[in-house]
């Protein structure tokens, strides 16, 4: 009998066939770690607009309409029950209503949804190798310059004006902080960071969330005025990184991404472990 236990334990497949079981249960893992810090950001967001959600049958809810570019539901596991049952806890009267679905498992067409993106979820291990900082980059100083260098530090915004000119440099309209309220700046699991050029000019910028297991990071954004800067995607990432590690040691870093964004977060140490799916209704 322990010969043939021997031989099991040792065969090449059914060594490869378990640590192929232990990657998809450490991916699964990651995949629910991000997802829970995603609906937690959301809920802080709803929550800054009045909004109160849910977070029960392993899904958040919104019963009433969230903010703009926010989900209404997040799923937060591969099982959340049924389409149904998710839509009865969200507001569908009112249009664009729409749907995280993070384990890209559901099927709301026929309840009128299309789908409106896909993208990675993205984990980077607590003890990941350090980011290079990029010369001049240093997270943890409050100057807008890096001593020495003219080239742009991260800090973190802290007064509404400063907010005003981070979400203006994200996207937001003029005198417009998007969906952010002031609010947020006193929230304690919530910093935003933002890299500045020696004018003071938000050349880049992101958001970094506490949860309960992990560290979020989203809304990542590199201006096109970065360029002129010597600023891209991979210095912003790498920038964002060096300044969550140095802030929150010894957690994970997660979030999710597509596109150039994803190739510059696996070029700082992130490794996509599953994809989402974003659901919307026009009406």
């Known amino acids: 009998m322990p010969?043939?236990?021997?031989?099991?334990?040792?065969?090449?497949?059914?060594?490869?066939?378990?640590?192929?079981?232990?990657?998809?249960?450490?991916?699964?893992?990651?995949?629910?770690a991000a997802a829970r810090n995603n609906a937690e950001w959301c809920d802080t967001v709803c929550r800054a607009h009045g909004v109160e959600g849910d977070f029960s049958g392993g899904v958040w809810t919104s019963p009433r309409r969230t903010p703009p570019l926010y989900p209404d539901a997040v799923t937060l596991t591969d099982r959340p029950g049924t389409?149904?049952?998710?839509?009865?806890?969200?507001?569908?009267?009112?249009?664009?209503?729409?749907?995280?679905?993070?384990?890209?498992?559901?099927?709301?067409?026929?309840?009128?949804?299309?789908?409106?993106?896909?993208?990675?979820?993205?984990?980077?291990?607590?003890?990941?190798?350090?980011?290079p900082l990029i010369p001049g980059l240093t997270p943890t100083v409050s100057a807008s310059v890096a001593p020495s260098t003219g080239r742009p530090a991260w800090d973190v915004v802290t007064a509404p004006g400063d907010l005003l000119a981070w979400a203006a440099a994200w996207g937001a309209g003029p005198g417009d902080c998007g969906p952010f309220r002031a609010e947020l700046l006193a929230d304690d699991s919530t910093r935003f960071l933002r890299a500045r050029s020696a004018d003071g000019t938000v050349l880049a910028g992101?958001?970094?969330?506490?949860?309960?297991?992990?560290?979020?990071?989203?809304?990542?954004?590199?201006?096109?005025?970065?360029?002129?800067?010597?600023?891209?995607?991979?210095d912003t990432w790498a920038g964002c990184v060096s300044a969550v590690t140095a802030r929150w040691p010894g957690l994970p870093v997660v979030g999710y991404e597509s596109g150039a964004d994803l190739e510059a977060a696996v070029a700082n140490g992130f490794l996509p472990v599953g994809p989402l799916r974003v659901w919307w209704r026009r009406e």
Do not use: Y
């Open 3 to 32: 010969a043939c236990h021997d031989q099991r334990v040792t065969d090449p497949e059914a060594v490869a066939a378990v640590a192929d079981m232990t990657d998809m249960t450490d991916r699964a893992a990651r995949v629910r």
């Open 83 to 131: 389409a149904a049952e998710l839509l009865a806890r969200i507001d569908l009267a009112a249009p664009g209503c729409s749907v995280k679905d993070s384990f890209a498992c559901l099927d709301l067409a026929p309840a009128g949804f299309e789908v409106l993106f896909d993208a990675q979820w993205i984990h980077r291990p607590a003890h990941a190798p350090d980011t």
């Open 206 to 234: 992101a958001v970094a969330t506490l949860g309960t297991t992990a560290v979020g990071l989203s809304n990542v954004f590199t201006t096109p005025e970065a360029a002129a800067a010597g600023t891209g995607p991979r």
